[in-house]
Protein backbone atom coordinates (compact mmCIF):
# COMPACT_ATOMS: atom_id res chain seq x y z
CA UNK A 1 0.00 0.00 0.00
CA UNK A 2 2.58 2.15 0.88
CA UNK A 3 4.51 1.90 -2.50
CA UNK A 4 1.21 2.02 -4.14
CA UNK A 5 0.91 5.39 -3.07
CA UNK A 6 4.67 6.57 -3.46
CA UNK A 7 4.50 5.76 -6.71
CA UNK A 8 1.08 7.73 -7.31
CA UNK A 9 2.34 10.92 -5.46
CA UNK A 10 5.43 10.80 -7.43
CA UNK A 11 3.89 10.55 -10.72
CA UNK A 12 0.90 13.29 -9.79
CA UNK A 13 4.18 15.56 -8.79
CA UNK A 14 5.61 14.46 -12.08
CA UNK A 15 2.72 15.55 -14.01
CA UNK A 16 2.03 18.61 -12.20
CA UNK A 17 5.23 20.35 -12.60
CA UNK A 18 4.54 24.25 -12.39
CA UNK A 19 2.73 23.85 -9.07
CA UNK A 20 5.90 20.95 -7.76
CA UNK A 21 8.55 23.41 -8.53
CA UNK A 22 6.78 26.88 -7.18
CA UNK A 23 6.14 24.78 -3.92
CA UNK A 24 9.61 23.50 -3.79
CA UNK A 25 11.05 26.59 -4.52
CA UNK A 26 8.79 28.83 -1.89
CA UNK A 27 9.31 26.39 0.73
CA UNK A 28 12.76 25.81 0.66
CA UNK A 29 13.58 29.39 0.75
CA UNK A 30 11.59 30.27 3.39
CA UNK A 31 13.40 27.13 5.07
CA UNK A 32 16.81 28.35 4.10
CA UNK A 33 15.71 31.93 5.29
CA UNK A 34 13.88 30.57 8.33
CA UNK A 35 17.13 28.34 9.11
CA UNK A 36 19.58 30.86 8.93
CA UNK A 37 17.47 33.23 11.53
CA UNK A 38 16.97 30.55 13.61
CA UNK A 39 20.95 28.67 13.87
CA UNK A 40 22.01 33.20 14.10
CA UNK A 41 19.79 33.66 17.08
CA UNK A 42 20.34 29.95 18.68
CA UNK A 43 24.07 30.90 18.40
CA UNK A 44 24.13 34.22 19.81
CA UNK A 45 22.03 32.60 23.22
CA UNK A 46 25.10 29.67 23.18
CA UNK A 47 27.62 32.17 23.96
CA UNK A 48 29.94 30.98 26.77
CA UNK A 49 27.48 28.38 27.10
CA UNK A 50 31.18 26.01 26.71
CA UNK A 51 32.46 26.61 30.00
CA UNK A 52 32.17 24.12 32.49
CA UNK A 53 30.99 26.39 35.20
CA UNK A 54 29.96 28.79 33.89
CA UNK A 55 26.73 28.66 35.37
CA UNK A 56 28.73 29.96 38.45
CA UNK A 57 31.27 32.67 36.71
CA UNK A 58 30.24 36.40 37.04
CA UNK A 59 31.80 39.71 36.00
CA UNK A 60 31.72 42.02 39.06
CA UNK A 61 29.71 45.43 37.95
CA UNK A 62 29.44 48.46 40.37
CA UNK A 63 26.28 50.64 40.79
CA UNK A 64 25.77 54.17 41.67
CA UNK A 65 22.61 55.58 42.80
CA UNK A 66 23.02 58.97 41.50
CA UNK A 67 20.67 61.81 41.35
CA UNK A 68 19.87 61.61 37.45
CA UNK A 69 19.75 57.95 37.26
CA UNK A 70 21.58 54.52 38.17
CA UNK A 71 25.38 54.47 36.72
CA UNK A 72 26.67 51.03 35.93
CA UNK A 73 30.45 50.09 35.93
CA UNK A 74 32.49 47.08 34.96
CA UNK A 75 35.51 48.33 35.71
CA UNK A 76 37.69 48.07 38.91
CA UNK A 77 40.74 49.08 40.26
CA UNK A 78 43.78 47.02 40.70
CA UNK A 79 43.63 46.35 44.49
CA UNK A 80 40.02 45.06 44.32
CA UNK A 81 40.52 41.61 43.58
CA UNK A 82 42.86 40.17 45.81
CA UNK A 83 40.86 41.84 48.58
CA UNK A 84 37.83 40.35 47.20
CA UNK A 85 39.38 37.12 47.31
CA UNK A 86 41.14 37.57 51.13
CA UNK A 87 37.67 38.34 52.20
CA UNK A 88 35.00 36.24 50.86
CA UNK A 89 35.04 33.09 51.81
CA UNK A 90 32.11 32.21 49.17
CA UNK A 91 34.56 33.04 46.11
CA UNK A 92 36.70 29.77 44.56
CA UNK A 93 38.03 31.84 42.15
CA UNK A 94 38.95 35.52 41.33
CA UNK A 95 40.61 36.92 38.30
CA UNK A 96 41.23 40.56 36.83
CA UNK A 97 41.07 40.90 33.00
CA UNK A 98 42.90 43.68 31.08
CA UNK A 99 43.00 43.62 27.19
CA UNK A 100 46.13 45.39 25.18
CA UNK A 101 48.29 45.46 22.60
CA UNK A 102 52.10 44.17 22.37
CA UNK A 103 54.37 43.07 20.32
CA UNK A 104 56.31 39.91 19.97
CA UNK A 105 59.94 39.33 19.14
CA UNK A 106 61.46 36.24 18.80
CA UNK A 107 65.42 36.41 16.89
CA UNK A 108 64.46 38.55 13.71
CA UNK A 109 60.50 37.92 13.67
CA UNK A 110 58.49 40.69 14.76
CA UNK A 111 54.36 40.46 15.43
CA UNK A 112 51.83 42.84 16.94
CA UNK A 113 49.47 40.97 18.81
CA UNK A 114 46.64 40.95 21.40
CA UNK A 115 47.93 41.01 24.95
CA UNK A 116 45.62 39.78 27.71
CA UNK A 117 46.50 40.84 31.37
CA UNK A 118 45.22 37.93 33.94
CA UNK A 119 45.54 36.18 37.84
CA UNK A 120 46.93 32.66 38.01
CA UNK A 121 43.22 31.11 38.30
CA UNK A 122 42.16 32.43 34.81
CA UNK A 123 42.50 29.05 33.36
CA UNK A 124 41.14 27.09 36.21
CA UNK A 125 37.86 29.27 36.28
CA UNK A 126 37.14 29.41 32.29
CA UNK A 127 37.14 26.17 30.16
CA UNK A 128 39.64 27.19 27.75
CA UNK A 129 41.20 23.49 26.50
CA UNK A 130 44.98 23.57 27.42
CA UNK A 131 46.91 21.64 25.12
CA UNK A 132 50.15 21.92 26.18
CA UNK A 133 51.09 22.71 29.90
CA UNK A 134 48.74 23.00 33.33
CA UNK A 135 46.00 25.20 33.84
CA UNK A 136 47.18 24.54 37.98
CA UNK A 137 50.66 26.32 37.01
CA UNK A 138 50.66 27.73 33.74
CA UNK A 139 50.15 30.99 34.80
CA UNK A 140 51.97 31.01 38.25
CA UNK A 141 54.92 32.65 37.84
CA UNK A 142 55.26 36.65 36.28
CA UNK A 143 57.58 35.83 33.78
CA UNK A 144 55.32 33.09 32.31
CA UNK A 145 53.13 33.83 29.25
CA UNK A 146 50.54 31.18 27.63
CA UNK A 147 50.28 31.46 23.92
CA UNK A 148 47.24 30.66 21.48
CA UNK A 149 48.15 27.45 19.11
CA UNK A 150 47.87 29.61 15.80
CA UNK A 151 50.06 32.41 17.12
CA UNK A 152 52.43 29.94 18.45
CA UNK A 153 52.76 28.58 15.21
CA UNK A 154 52.96 31.69 13.50
CA UNK A 155 55.74 32.45 15.79
CA UNK A 156 57.39 29.40 16.51
CA UNK A 157 56.27 27.08 13.24
CA UNK A 158 56.84 23.48 13.78
CA UNK A 159 59.20 23.97 16.30
CA UNK A 160 57.73 23.23 19.83
CA UNK A 161 56.99 25.85 21.84
CA UNK A 162 57.26 25.02 25.46
CA UNK A 163 59.88 26.68 27.28
CA UNK A 164 60.78 28.66 25.00
CA UNK A 165 62.08 32.31 25.56
CA UNK A 166 59.80 35.54 24.09
CA UNK A 167 60.24 38.89 24.19
CA UNK A 168 57.27 41.40 24.48
CA UNK A 169 57.00 45.33 24.23
CA UNK A 170 54.20 47.07 25.54
CA UNK A 171 53.06 50.72 26.47
CA UNK A 172 57.04 50.91 27.05
CA UNK A 173 57.65 47.79 28.87
CA UNK A 174 60.47 45.39 27.52
CA UNK A 175 60.35 41.61 28.85
CA UNK A 176 62.02 38.34 28.06
CA UNK A 177 59.00 35.87 29.00
CA UNK A 178 59.03 31.96 28.91
CA UNK A 179 56.36 30.04 27.45
CA UNK A 180 54.63 28.00 30.08
CA UNK A 181 51.15 26.70 27.53
CA UNK A 182 49.43 26.40 24.71
CA UNK A 183 45.76 27.05 24.11
CA UNK A 184 43.26 25.70 21.84
CA UNK A 185 41.60 28.70 20.16
CA UNK A 186 38.37 29.50 21.89
CA UNK A 187 35.48 28.55 20.19
CA UNK A 188 33.36 31.35 18.10
CA UNK A 189 30.82 31.40 20.88
CA UNK A 190 33.42 32.88 23.13
CA UNK A 191 33.50 36.66 24.20
CA UNK A 192 36.53 36.38 25.62
CA UNK A 193 38.98 36.96 22.95
CA UNK A 194 42.78 36.61 23.16
CA UNK A 195 46.29 36.06 21.26
CA UNK A 196 48.32 35.89 24.45
CA UNK A 197 47.93 35.70 28.34
CA UNK A 198 50.05 36.86 31.21
CA UNK A 199 50.15 37.70 34.68
CA UNK A 200 47.63 40.96 35.73
CA UNK A 201 51.10 42.10 37.08
CA UNK A 202 53.14 42.73 33.93
CA UNK A 203 50.91 45.28 32.63
CA UNK A 204 52.25 48.97 32.26
CA UNK A 205 50.56 50.62 34.73
CA UNK A 206 50.49 48.28 37.28
CA UNK A 207 53.58 49.37 40.05
CA UNK A 208 51.82 52.74 39.72
CA UNK A 209 48.23 51.85 40.36
CA UNK A 210 48.93 48.69 42.70
CA UNK A 211 47.75 50.31 45.77
CA UNK A 212 44.90 52.76 43.84
CA UNK A 213 41.33 52.42 44.51
CA UNK A 214 40.28 55.57 42.45
CA UNK A 215 41.72 53.68 38.73
CA UNK A 216 39.48 51.67 37.35
CA UNK A 217 40.99 49.98 34.32
CA UNK A 218 40.04 45.91 33.89
CA UNK A 219 37.63 43.75 34.23
CA UNK A 220 37.23 41.09 37.37
CA UNK A 221 35.72 38.06 37.37
CA UNK A 222 34.46 35.45 39.92
CA UNK A 223 33.35 32.07 40.13
CA UNK A 224 31.48 31.24 43.52
CA UNK A 225 31.99 27.79 45.13
CA UNK A 226 29.22 24.95 44.35
CA UNK A 227 27.73 25.37 47.93
CA UNK A 228 27.18 28.56 47.94
CA UNK A 229 23.51 31.18 46.52
CA UNK A 230 24.29 34.26 44.61
CA UNK A 231 22.33 35.56 47.23
CA UNK A 232 24.74 34.63 49.85
CA UNK A 233 27.86 35.82 48.11
CA UNK A 234 25.76 39.69 47.45
CA UNK A 235 24.79 39.97 50.54
CA UNK A 236 28.77 39.23 51.77
CA UNK A 237 30.05 42.24 49.44
CA UNK A 238 27.45 44.61 51.29
CA UNK A 239 30.45 44.99 53.74
CA UNK A 240 33.24 44.86 51.50
CA UNK A 241 31.82 47.75 49.98
CA UNK A 242 31.03 50.03 52.49
CA UNK A 243 34.98 48.79 53.97
CA UNK A 244 36.59 49.92 50.67
CA UNK A 245 34.51 52.99 49.20
CA UNK A 246 33.31 54.45 52.51
CA UNK A 247 34.50 57.76 51.44
CA UNK A 248 32.18 57.77 48.07
CA UNK A 249 29.37 56.20 49.59
CA UNK A 250 29.41 59.38 52.17
CA UNK A 251 29.42 61.56 49.03
CA UNK A 252 27.05 60.23 47.31
CA UNK A 253 24.76 60.72 50.18
CA UNK A 254 25.95 63.94 50.82
CA UNK A 255 24.93 64.81 47.60
CA UNK A 256 20.77 63.78 48.19
CA UNK A 257 21.28 60.70 46.69
CA UNK A 258 18.28 57.87 47.49
CA UNK A 259 19.54 54.26 48.54
CA UNK A 260 18.21 51.70 45.90
CA UNK A 261 15.61 48.96 46.51
CA UNK A 262 18.48 47.39 48.54
CA UNK A 263 19.14 50.41 50.87
CA UNK A 264 22.45 51.35 49.81
CA UNK A 265 23.54 54.08 47.57
CA UNK A 266 26.82 52.11 45.81
CA UNK A 267 27.01 48.67 45.47
CA UNK A 268 28.76 45.42 43.59
CA UNK A 269 26.34 43.23 41.56
CA UNK A 270 27.33 39.80 39.72
CA UNK A 271 26.39 40.16 36.68
CA UNK A 272 26.22 35.96 34.49
CA UNK A 273 28.73 35.24 32.10
CA UNK A 274 25.80 33.93 29.68
CA UNK A 275 24.66 37.91 29.77
CA UNK A 276 27.60 39.52 28.92
CA UNK A 277 27.76 39.12 25.44
CA UNK A 278 24.38 40.92 25.54
CA UNK A 279 25.55 43.56 27.83
CA UNK A 280 28.82 44.14 27.71
CA UNK A 281 28.40 48.10 28.26
CA UNK A 282 25.69 47.54 30.84
CA UNK A 283 23.06 49.24 29.13
CA UNK A 284 19.21 49.05 30.03
CA UNK A 285 16.30 47.74 28.53
CA UNK A 286 16.16 44.04 27.82
CA UNK A 287 19.39 43.01 25.88
CA UNK A 288 17.50 39.94 24.18
CA UNK A 289 15.11 41.51 22.55
CA UNK A 290 16.36 41.05 18.92
CA UNK A 291 17.34 37.77 19.51
CA UNK A 292 13.83 37.09 19.97
CA UNK A 293 12.80 38.74 17.68
CA UNK A 294 15.15 36.65 15.30
CA UNK A 295 13.19 34.05 16.34
CA UNK A 296 9.78 35.75 15.99
CA UNK A 297 10.34 36.38 12.21
CA UNK A 298 11.80 33.37 11.35
CA UNK A 299 8.87 31.46 12.77
CA UNK A 300 6.85 33.83 10.35
CA UNK A 301 8.50 32.97 7.85
CA UNK A 302 7.58 29.36 7.56
CA UNK A 303 3.98 31.00 8.64
CA UNK A 304 3.92 32.72 5.37
CA UNK A 305 5.28 29.93 2.96
CA UNK A 306 2.71 27.14 4.97
CA UNK A 307 0.08 29.33 4.15
CA UNK A 308 1.01 29.68 0.68
CA UNK A 309 1.25 26.24 0.29
CA UNK A 310 -1.59 25.32 1.94
CA UNK A 311 -3.88 28.11 -0.68
CA UNK A 312 -2.34 26.42 -4.00
CA UNK A 313 -2.81 22.63 -2.69
CA UNK A 314 -6.21 23.88 -1.95
CA UNK A 315 -6.60 25.18 -5.60
CA UNK A 316 -5.20 21.82 -6.61
CA UNK A 317 -7.25 19.75 -4.77
CA UNK A 318 -10.34 21.04 -6.54
CA UNK A 319 -8.87 20.15 -9.84
CA UNK A 320 -8.57 16.59 -9.40
CA UNK A 321 -12.13 16.52 -7.73
CA UNK A 322 -12.89 13.68 -10.47
CA UNK A 323 -9.88 11.78 -9.40
CA UNK A 324 -10.84 11.28 -6.08
CA UNK A 325 -14.64 10.49 -7.18
CA UNK A 326 -13.43 7.77 -9.02
CA UNK A 327 -11.23 6.54 -6.33
CA UNK A 328 -14.32 6.65 -3.83
CA UNK A 329 -16.64 4.64 -6.81
CA UNK A 330 -13.83 2.24 -6.95
CA UNK A 331 -13.92 1.40 -3.72
CA UNK A 332 -11.03 3.70 -1.80
CA UNK A 333 -11.40 4.52 1.68
CA UNK A 334 -11.74 8.25 2.91
CA UNK A 335 -8.78 7.79 4.94
CA UNK A 336 -6.61 6.38 1.66
CA UNK A 337 -8.01 9.63 -0.20
CA UNK A 338 -6.11 11.44 3.00
CA UNK A 339 -3.43 9.52 3.00
CA UNK A 340 -2.69 10.15 -0.84
CA UNK A 341 -2.83 14.00 -0.59
CA UNK A 342 -1.24 13.94 2.66
CA UNK A 343 2.05 11.67 1.23
CA UNK A 344 2.27 14.23 -2.05
CA UNK A 345 2.53 16.62 0.99
CA UNK A 346 5.02 15.16 2.62
CA UNK A 347 7.10 14.15 -0.14
CA UNK A 348 7.23 18.33 -1.44
CA UNK A 349 8.02 19.16 2.33
CA UNK A 350 10.70 16.83 2.69
CA UNK A 351 11.85 17.82 -0.90
CA UNK A 352 11.78 21.09 0.47
CA UNK A 353 14.06 20.70 3.73
CA UNK A 354 16.80 18.86 1.71
CA UNK A 355 17.22 22.07 -0.65
CA UNK A 356 17.01 24.20 2.41
CA UNK A 357 19.70 22.85 4.31
CA UNK A 358 22.00 22.89 1.00
CA UNK A 359 21.64 26.65 0.59
CA UNK A 360 22.35 27.16 4.37
CA UNK A 361 25.44 24.70 4.06
CA UNK A 362 26.35 26.90 0.94
CA UNK A 363 25.78 30.53 2.61
CA UNK A 364 27.54 28.56 5.92
CA UNK A 365 30.54 27.51 3.63
CA UNK A 366 30.59 31.16 2.28
CA UNK A 367 30.30 33.43 5.01
CA UNK A 368 31.39 31.82 8.15
CA UNK A 369 33.89 28.61 6.32
CA UNK A 370 31.88 26.27 8.13
CA UNK A 371 29.12 23.29 7.17
CA UNK A 372 25.82 23.70 9.04
CA UNK A 373 26.10 19.85 10.23
CA UNK A 374 29.12 21.41 12.02
CA UNK A 375 27.13 24.45 13.24
CA UNK A 376 24.39 22.09 14.85
CA UNK A 377 26.30 19.70 16.59
CA UNK A 378 23.52 17.66 16.18
CA UNK A 379 22.23 19.66 19.28
CA UNK A 380 19.10 18.28 20.52
CA UNK A 381 17.01 21.91 20.62
CA UNK A 382 18.36 22.42 17.04
CA UNK A 383 16.85 19.05 15.88
CA UNK A 384 14.17 18.87 18.05
CA UNK A 385 12.91 22.45 16.71
CA UNK A 386 13.53 21.36 12.75
CA UNK A 387 11.58 17.98 13.25
CA UNK A 388 8.70 20.73 15.06
CA UNK A 389 8.48 22.85 12.07
CA UNK A 390 8.57 19.85 9.25
CA UNK A 391 6.11 17.86 11.32
CA UNK A 392 3.72 21.28 11.89
CA UNK A 393 4.04 22.40 7.60
CA UNK A 394 3.17 18.62 6.77
CA UNK A 395 0.29 18.36 8.68
CA UNK A 396 -1.26 21.98 8.10
CA UNK A 397 -0.45 21.79 4.66
CA UNK A 398 -1.24 17.97 3.70
CA UNK A 399 -4.17 17.18 6.17
CA UNK A 400 -6.38 20.53 5.74
CA UNK A 401 -7.02 19.98 1.57
CA UNK A 402 -6.85 16.38 1.87
CA UNK A 403 -9.45 16.42 4.53
CA UNK A 404 -11.34 19.01 2.44
CA UNK A 405 -11.25 17.13 -0.66
CA UNK A 406 -11.81 13.52 1.10
CA UNK A 407 -15.14 15.40 2.52
CA UNK A 408 -16.78 15.97 -0.91
CA UNK A 409 -20.02 14.06 -1.69
CA UNK A 410 -19.09 11.43 -4.47
CA UNK A 411 -22.00 11.94 -6.70
CA UNK A 412 -21.65 15.77 -7.28
CA UNK A 413 -18.06 15.58 -8.12
CA UNK A 414 -18.46 12.41 -10.72
CA UNK A 415 -21.26 15.42 -12.18
CA UNK A 416 -18.87 18.35 -11.92
CA UNK A 417 -21.34 20.15 -9.58
CA UNK A 418 -18.73 21.36 -6.65
CA UNK A 419 -18.41 24.98 -5.10
CA UNK A 420 -16.05 25.93 -2.46
CA UNK A 421 -18.47 26.25 -0.04
CA UNK A 422 -17.59 27.62 2.79
CA UNK A 423 -14.00 26.37 2.33
CA UNK A 424 -13.47 29.74 0.66
CA UNK A 425 -13.86 31.67 3.90
CA UNK A 426 -10.96 29.72 5.92
CA UNK A 427 -8.90 30.55 2.13
CA UNK A 428 -9.73 34.21 1.94
CA UNK A 429 -8.46 34.17 6.06
CA UNK A 430 -5.23 32.48 5.31
CA UNK A 431 -4.50 35.17 2.97
CA UNK A 432 -5.11 38.30 4.96
CA UNK A 433 -2.82 36.50 7.22
CA UNK A 434 -0.27 35.71 5.00
CA UNK A 435 -0.72 39.13 3.85
CA UNK A 436 -0.38 40.91 6.69
CA UNK A 437 2.35 39.28 7.42
CA UNK A 438 4.28 39.91 4.87
CA UNK A 439 3.24 43.99 4.80
CA UNK A 440 4.13 43.70 8.61
CA UNK A 441 7.75 42.45 7.63
CA UNK A 442 8.31 44.93 5.16
CA UNK A 443 7.04 47.47 6.70
CA UNK A 444 9.63 46.80 9.53
CA UNK A 445 12.49 46.30 7.44
CA UNK A 446 11.91 49.89 6.18
CA UNK A 447 11.62 51.13 9.37
CA UNK A 448 15.03 49.46 10.48
CA UNK A 449 16.58 50.50 7.29
CA UNK A 450 15.71 54.05 8.03
CA UNK A 451 17.14 53.74 11.42
CA UNK A 452 19.83 52.69 10.25
CA UNK A 453 20.54 55.21 8.05
CA UNK A 454 20.01 58.13 10.73
CA UNK A 455 22.91 56.25 12.73
CA UNK A 456 25.00 56.52 9.79
CA UNK A 457 24.13 59.92 8.99
CA UNK A 458 23.77 61.60 12.56
CA UNK A 459 26.70 64.12 13.48
CA UNK A 460 28.98 62.55 15.73
CA UNK A 461 30.19 65.56 18.11
CA UNK A 462 33.99 65.19 15.86
CA UNK A 463 35.13 65.00 12.14
CA UNK A 464 35.38 60.61 11.77
CA UNK A 465 35.95 61.67 7.76
CA UNK A 466 39.67 61.67 6.16
CA UNK A 467 41.27 60.78 9.41
CA UNK A 468 43.24 57.55 9.55
CA UNK A 469 44.05 55.77 12.90
CA UNK A 470 47.19 53.85 13.08
CA UNK A 471 48.79 51.81 15.38
CA UNK A 472 51.71 52.44 16.28
CA UNK A 473 52.12 49.12 18.20
CA UNK A 474 54.70 49.18 20.75
CA UNK A 475 58.50 49.17 20.00
CA UNK A 476 58.56 52.67 20.58
CA UNK A 477 56.79 55.10 22.84
CA UNK A 478 54.01 56.88 21.82
CA UNK A 479 55.82 60.34 22.31
CA UNK A 480 58.51 59.41 20.16
CA UNK A 481 56.56 57.83 17.00
CA UNK A 482 54.47 61.11 17.32
CA UNK A 483 57.48 63.29 16.73
CA UNK A 484 59.27 60.64 14.42
CA UNK A 485 55.67 60.94 12.01
CA UNK A 486 55.07 64.70 12.42
CA UNK A 487 59.15 64.94 11.07
CA UNK A 488 58.24 62.74 8.48
CA UNK A 489 54.78 63.53 7.25
CA UNK A 490 54.25 66.90 8.90
CA UNK A 491 55.39 69.24 5.72
CA UNK A 492 53.17 67.38 3.39
CA UNK A 493 50.67 69.60 2.00
CA UNK A 494 47.86 66.78 1.56
CA UNK A 495 48.11 66.19 5.27
CA UNK A 496 46.47 69.10 8.02
CA UNK A 497 47.22 67.89 11.51
CA UNK A 498 49.28 65.19 12.76
CA UNK A 499 48.15 64.29 16.51
CA UNK A 500 47.87 61.07 19.32
CA UNK A 501 46.11 59.71 21.46
CA UNK A 502 46.18 56.58 24.11
CA UNK A 503 42.98 55.22 22.77
CA UNK A 504 41.61 54.70 19.30
CA UNK A 505 38.99 58.11 19.85
CA UNK A 506 35.37 56.85 21.12
CA UNK A 507 36.74 53.11 21.77
CA UNK A 508 39.09 51.00 23.58
CA UNK A 509 42.83 50.57 22.77
CA UNK A 510 43.32 49.16 19.20
CA UNK A 511 39.80 48.12 19.11
CA UNK A 512 38.69 46.92 22.13
CA UNK A 513 36.18 48.37 24.44
CA UNK A 514 38.65 48.95 27.48
CA UNK A 515 38.89 52.57 28.93
CA UNK A 516 40.58 54.25 31.59
CA UNK A 517 38.84 55.58 34.53
CA UNK A 518 40.74 58.20 36.69
CA UNK A 519 39.27 59.83 39.78
CA UNK A 520 40.46 63.41 41.34
CA UNK A 521 38.86 65.80 44.07
CA UNK A 522 36.88 68.63 43.25
CA UNK A 523 35.48 70.66 46.16
CA UNK A 524 34.15 68.42 48.76
CA UNK A 525 34.36 65.47 46.38
CA UNK A 526 35.90 63.29 44.33
CA UNK A 527 34.95 63.06 40.32
CA UNK A 528 35.24 59.91 38.21
CA UNK A 529 36.12 60.39 35.05
CA UNK A 530 37.07 58.76 31.46
CA UNK A 531 40.86 59.19 30.72
CA UNK A 532 42.47 59.43 27.22
CA UNK A 533 46.02 60.73 27.00
CA UNK A 534 46.34 62.89 24.13
CA UNK A 535 48.33 64.95 21.97
CA UNK A 536 48.87 68.30 20.62
CA UNK A 537 46.40 69.24 18.34
CA UNK A 538 44.28 66.39 18.84
CA UNK A 539 40.90 68.87 18.95
CA UNK A 540 41.73 70.22 15.56
CA UNK A 541 42.84 67.00 14.29
CA UNK A 542 39.81 65.40 15.63
CA UNK A 543 37.76 69.07 14.97
CA UNK A 544 36.49 68.88 18.71
CA UNK A 545 34.71 71.87 19.79
CA UNK A 546 35.50 73.79 22.90
CA UNK A 547 32.69 74.69 25.22
CA UNK A 548 35.14 77.08 27.62
CA UNK A 549 38.37 76.86 28.27
CA UNK A 550 41.67 76.68 26.08
CA UNK A 551 43.29 74.03 23.92
CA UNK A 552 46.40 72.30 24.84
CA UNK A 553 49.58 74.50 23.66
Same mark, same amino acid.
Given at each position: ??????????????????????????????????? /??????? *?? /?? $? !???????????????? !??????????????? %?? &???????? %??????????????????????????????????????????????????????????????????? *?? !??????????????????????????????????????? /?????????????????? $?????????????????????????? #??????????????????????? @?????????????????????????????????????????????????????? =???????????? =?????????????? @? &????????? &??????????? @??????????????????????????????? =??????????????????????????????????????????????????????????????????????????? %????????? @?????????????????????????????????? #???????? $?? !?? #??????????????? #??? =?? /????????
Amino acid at each position: MFKNHLKIALRNLWKNKTFSLVNLLGLSVAFASSL /LLFLNAF *FE /LS $Y !DSFHENGDRIFRIVMK !DNLPDGASMGRNMPP %PF &APALKAEV %PDIEYVTRHQENRGTVAVQDKKIEESLDFVDADYLQMFSFQLLKGNPKTALSDLSSVVLREDVAKSI *FG !DQDPMNKPIRIFCGGIDKTFVVSGILQKPPRNSQLRFDI /LTRFENNPTYQESKDRWD $YFNHSVFIEVKSNTTLEAVERKLKPF #TKKYYAESIKQLQNEGVKPDERG @EVRSLRLQPLSDIHFNAMLRPGNPYLYVYMLFIISGLIVVIASVNFVNLSVARS =LTRAKEVGMRRV =LGAMKWQIIGQFWG @E &AILICLASF &AVGLLLVNVIY @EIAFKTRILSEMHFNPWILSALLFVFLSVTI =LAGAYPAWLISRLETILVLKGKITAGKSHFVRNGLIVLQFSIAILLIISTIVISEQLRFFRNMPLGFNAQEVVSI %PVGNVASGS @EMLTFLQNELGNRPEILSISAASYNFGRGEDGSV #TKSVTSFK $YK !DG #TVAADNLTIGYDFLK #TMD =LK /LVAGRDFS
